[in-house]
């Protein structure tokens, strides 16, 4: 059986965004089917929409922590601060690791909005040599925070 990572980066390496990758290797923990799941997280790769903000892999990590621990109809209101502090131990702990959570300073600069900016990312083959890594760890330290036994 796959571990999360290795189901995560072999999305990616098909062709799917960082955040829908991350999404996806924890659809059957959540219940949800992984064609929802890779249409909702869409468009959230290159940093929205490939805008270069939050990291994809960042925004479906965070996506994933909603759907274990947000507010939904006739939920208790605490659930919102739970999930609102595990999507700051999650950012913090990212970027910690990587010295931001911002896509464009991720890869260095590249605007990925420009065929400039496409071509230099593909020259320098941030895909693999940026992109994948943040995948892993996103997967990662959500699997940790996940694990937490606080709630």
């Not at 290797?25 to 997280?41: Q, R, S, T, V």
């Not at 939050?54 to 990590?61: D, E, Q, T, Y």
């Amino acid at each position: 059986m796959q571990s999360r990572k290795e189901r995560a980066v072999g999305k990616f390496l098909e062709g799917y965004n960082c955040a829908q990758s991350v999404v996806v290797a924890f659809c059957e923990d959540l219940g949800i089917e992984e064609d929802l799941a890779l249409k909702i997280a869409c468009g959230f790769g290159g940093g929205m929409g490939g805008q270069g903000e939050v990291c994809g892999a960042l925004s479906g990590a965070i996506m994933v922590i909603g759907a274990k621990y947000g507010r939904g109809n006739g939920d208790d209101k605490a659930k919102k601060g739970i999930t609102y502090g595990k999507t700051r131990e999650l950012m913090e702990r990212f970027s910690a690791k990587h010295g931001t959570y911002i896509c464009r300073q991720l890869l260095g600069g590249c605007d990925l909005t420009t065929g400039q900016g496409q071509g230099l990312f593909k020259e320098q083959d941030l895909l693999i040599k940026t992109c994948r890594a943040c995948v892993e760890d996103a997967v990662g330290i959500l699997e940790e925070i996940l694990q937490d036994p606080g709630q």
